[in-house]
């Protein structure tokens, strides 16, 4: 009867144990057909690391502590392969950190997204993912030559990362990523350490976000979104400032949108977005996109996006995908 009754003891208690913590396998797989501007050429391809399997787990710590973490691996599906593993990029390119979150809100330890590389794309229908896509994100990421080991710009570091709870309708971030940093094993000094913070408010139909961040060329980014759900349709504004404080350019840019659900199935979204770098006076990005996007389920979706970009300077000014997206 002991035996029967330790037995019984042991196994509540794996239980209980395993019950406390998961792992979640996550991710989706988006392709199609593709055609960027510059030229005339369609492939099947993927459209800015769409695809991402993902591993992340949580553990119940007690007294509402909790340990978290994340693998996010960017995957092409056209190849098989990592995405960007041309450019150097790593396998867990989209995030790998370990973390706790409680009341006070989370805070990760590793690579991620920086504020400004997490937030910029507010503005665009689709966060910067279709080629119909006008974001004031474009600018940014290819500027921090101090930061790009491994392909990925100053959007993504090692660092340290934190979250607040949402009070009030407003939400905290902040990041750290100090000036030397390990890449593959090797010190590495950068020009500067990244410091970045946003500040974002959502409340019923209103949202709002500001975010300011420097970046290991010293480079200064300055943007502020904002959006108002009608009902009818969904308006997006955006601005975004960047400024490289020693020798580099100034690049400012601004973003329109909107999105019409049409039905519960389909919705409807435009986008005009310019940018011009103030430096040299040149136009980088004077685009009109619009798009449409079928959903079969919560999870699988058809959609079709095409953008003109007047200061593409040869080839095509037209870009267009047609695609089919599963998140899993």
């Not at 759900?229 to 997006?236: E, T």
Request: net charge positive; with cysteine; aromatic share 10%.
């Amino acid at each position: 009867m002991k035996k029967t009754l330790l037995s019984v003891v042991i196994a509540t208690s794996a239980c209980a144990s395993f019950a406390q913590s998961s792992v979640t396998i996550s991710g989706s797989i988006d392709l199609g057909l593709y055609k960027p501007s510059g030229t005339n050429d369609v492939r099947l391809d993927s459209v800015n690391a769409n695809s991402a399997l993902r591993f992340s787990g949580s553990e119940d710590l007690g007294g509402g502590l909790r340990a978290n973490f994340m693998l996010d691996q960017r995957i092409s599906p056209e190849s098989g392969g990592a995405d960007g593993s041309n450019n150097g990029r790593p396998t867990f390119q989209g995030e790998t950190t370990v973390g706790l979150s409680g009341g006070f809100g989370s805070v990760k330890f590793g690579r991620a997204v920086t504020p400004a590389g997490a937030l910029l794309s507010l503005a665009d229908p689709w966060r910067n993912t279709r080629l119909g896509s006008a974001s004031v994100a474009a600018a940014y990421f290819v500027n921090a030559t101090a930061d790009t080991r491994d392909g990925a710009g100053f959007a993504r570091t090692d660092g340290i990362f934190y979250s607040s709870p949402v009070m009030g309708g407003f939400n905290l971030t902040a990041a750290y990523g100090p000036k030397t940093t390990a890449s593959g094993g090797t010190l590495v000094q950068g020009l500067s350490s990244i410091f970045g913070v946003s500040l974002s408010y959502a409340n019923g139909p209103l949202g709002g976000t500001v975010i300011l961040e420097n970046n290991r060329d010293k480079g200064d980014v300055r943007a502020l979104f904002g959006n108002y759900d009608f009902g009818v349709a969904n308006v997006r504004a955006g601005w975004g400032e960047y400024k490289n404080t020693e020798n580099g350019p100034k690049i400012a840019s601004w973003v329109l949108s909107t999105t019409v659900p049409v039905s519960s199935a389909v919705k409807l979204s435009a986008v005009y977005g310019k940018e011009e770098n103030k430096t040299t006076s040149a136009t980088t990005m004077d685009k009109f996109g619009v798009g449409a996007e079928y959903a079969f389920s919560k999870r699988t979706g058809l959609y079709f996006t095409a953008g003109r970009n007047d200061a593409v300077a040869t080839g095509s000014k037209v870009s267009w995908d047609l695609g089919l997206r599963h998140t899993f």
